[in-house]
Antibody, heavy 127, light 107 residues
Framework: QVQLHESGPGLVKASETLSLTCTVS??????????WGWIRQPPGKGLEWIGT???????HYNPSLNRRVTVSVDTANNQLSLTLTSVTAGDSGVYYC???????????????????WGQGTLVTVSS | EIVMTQSPATLSASPGETVTLSCRASQSVSRNLAWYQQTPGQAPRLLIYGTSTKGAGVPARFSGSGSGTDFTLTISSLQPEDFAVYFC??????????FGQGTKVEI
């Protein structure tokens, strides 16, 4: 059973850079059946997809965050990382990493649904 | 961006009842829709993908239907552990992937 575990600082100052790591166990991050993504949830609110990476190099980002976000896969350590620059209070919330199942959609192999999630890590942006 | 709208925002029900949650997409997503359950303090859990296929270990009382823009999640004979927030998510190609705002099922 694959497990994901997020780690990183719980407090980040406004205008600085948020960096999180997701360690994957029980499965290989290089498995070509899966992509790996980050999703966040502000307190008491809904879910927002941030970005997704594939072990062979492709990445997808939410256009609303595109210029500030980088998601990458470290196959040697079976880890996924997230970097978000110039954070503001609006970036506070619980950050989840998740396995993003690949599927053929409209003839193209793309990420689809999230079938395994980490427990999440709370990030607070302070002024 | 495809906007996913869920209704109602909150649904009050009693154990043993059958409830139906709605999710509407702003444009067709074919059958590329998933549902998740989130209990307080926990990560979301995949319930259904492909509109109607249950995820691993999901009880038979959960069922999904729909296509195009209108989808439903039905929970038959509500159990105490089913009182939670439910989110829908489309994955109709790269557009980006978006979630509904959630429906809270409360006692």
């Amino acid at each position: 059973q694959v497990q994901l575990h997020e780690s990183g600082p719980g407090l980040v100052k406004a205008s600085e850079t948020l960096s999180l790591t997701c360690t994957v166990s029980g499965g290989s991050i290089s498995d070509e059946n899966y992509y790996w993504g980050w999703i966040r949830q502000p307190p008491g609110k809904g879910l927002e997809w941030i970005g997704t990476a594939y072990s062979v190099g492709s990445t997808h980002y939410n256009p609303s965050l595109n210029r500030r976000v980088t998601v990458s896969v470290d196959t040697a350590n079976n880890q996924l990382s997230l970097t978000l620059t110039s954070v503001t209070a609006g970036d506070s919330g619980v950050y989840y990493c998740a396995r993003h199942r690949g599927a053929y959609i409209s003839g193209y192999y793309n990420p689809s649904y999230f079938d395994h999630w980490g427990q999440g890590t709370l990030v607070t942006v302070s002024s | 961006e495809i906007v996913m709208t869920q209704s109602p925002a909150t649904l009050s029900a009693s154990p043993g009842e059958t409830v139906t949650l709605s999710c509407r997409a702003s444009q067709s997503v074919s059958r590329n829709l998933a549902w998740y359950q989130q209990t307080p303090g926990q990560a979301p859990r995949l319930l259904i993908y492909g509109t109607s296929t249950k995820g691993a270990g999901v009880p038979a009382r959960f069922s999904g239907s729909g296509s195009g823009t209108d989808f439903t999640l039905t929970i038959s004979s509500l159990q105490p552990e089913d009182f939670a927030v439910y989110f829908c998510q489309h994955y109709n190609a790269w557009t980006p992937w978006t979630f509904g705002q959630g429906t809270k099922v409360e006692i």
